[in-house]
């Protein structure tokens, strides 16, 4: 089993609509968990932390499942600017030891 | 806010040259990393620092060495580039004792 496994997609989406994105991870060591966004030929930018409760910021909802070992992502109201991909991050075993990124999920809003 | 530079956005360089790549933060981080991305691959982490002059391997290591002599400077260097290295170097801190990462904007290498 990969570290942290997404679907690359692409994920067209028509602007206005819901979509939600998965992402499984291996390590069930793992503490912190969080979605960044990067924009193509930038670099990646967090998006948000994932908590056990799950949280929401505006229209994005994260949640994390750790008995199933899995993260998701939730966006509303979907915007042309959330066109971008969405990598989803975990950490390796604590503190300086680093992250472990997903390959990302692509996503596409479209006019 | 915090800030993250890298030295260079752009970078072509011959097989066979030494190759500095430099990264600064100005947020106090104790913790830096080196990562390459390449499409199909993601994000793959080289070196990582967590301390001035400490330094620990990533997963690809290989070819690669890093410098940490202060604490707000960490350096990524190729002995000797070859094409394979071609890629796109991504430089991140953290600190404050949370994982969160962040990242510089990237310098985009092409090895000849």
Known sequence: RKEVEQ??????????A??????TYSNSASQSFFWYRQDCRKEPKLLMSVYSSGNEDGRFT??????????????????LSDS????????????????TFGKGTHLIIQP | DVKVTQSSRYLVKRTGEKVFLECVQD??????????????????????????KMKEKGDIPEGYSVSREKKERFSLILESA?????SMYLCASSGGGTDTQY??????????
């Open chain 1, 7 to 16: 679907d690359p997609g692409p994920f067209n989406v028509p602007e206005g």
């Open chain 1, 18 to 23: 819901t979509v939600a994105f998965n992402c």
């Open chain 1, 62 to 79: 994260a949640q994390l499942n750790r008995a199933s070992q899995y993260i998701s992502l939730l966006i509303r109201d979907s915007k």
């Open chain 1, 84 to 99: 971008a991909t969405y990598l989803c991050v975990v950490n390796k075993r604590g503190g300086a030891d680093g992250l």
């Open chain 2, 27 to 52: 947020m106090d981080h104790e913790n830096m990393f080196w990562y390459r991305q390449d499409p199909g691959l993601g994000l793959r982490l080289i070196y990582f620092s967590y301390d001035v």
């Open chain 2, 82 to 86: 070859s094409t394979n290295q071609t």
């Open chain 2, 103 to 112: 990242f510089g904007p990237g310098t985009r290498l092409t090895v000849l």
